[in-house]
């Protein structure tokens, strides 16, 4: 088992995944965005007619919250591949964005 927090194990995981089924065929940035959009769609769904209390209870109720942690994972999922099949580094870019967020919106 791959642990985590390694990104890059992750990504491998993912990888060998679709391999085993063939699926890397259709894995084009096209085709992850779209899902990684339509998955981000699936979270929203949960939040939807949520009141801002509500919200930020929605992990209290363990059938929501599965769902809520489900989608996440599927997000993040496709994040991974897509940035796997664009040859991103996710945590560099992440970084990189903070800091030039920092430069923009000084204190």
């Known amino acids: 088992m791959t642990d985590p ?3 890059a194990g992750l990504q491998r ?7 085993a089924r063939n699926w890397q065929q259709y894995h084009t ?3 992850l965005v779209a899902a990684l959009s339509v998955e ?6 949960i939040f939807q007619w949520l009141t801002p209390e509500e919200s930020a209870r929605v992990m209290a109720d363990p059938d929501t919250a599965h769902r809520v942690t489900d989608e996440v994972a599927d997000v993040l999922a496709y994040l991974l591949q897509l940035c796997e099949v664009l040859g991103i580094d996710p ?4 970084n990189a964005k903070i800091d ?3 430069r923009r919106f000084p204190i």
């Not at 995981?13 to 391999?19: G, M, Q, S, W």
């Not at 945590?91 to 992440?94: E, M, Q, R």
């Open 29 to 31: 940035p096209k085709n």
């Open 40 to 45: 981000a769609s699936e979270l929203v769904e």
């Open 5 to 7: 927090l390694d990104v």
């Open 91 to 94: 945590l560099a870019a992440l």
């Open 13 to 19: 995981r993912l990888a060998d995944f679709a391999a």
């Open 100 to 102: 030039r967020n920092e």
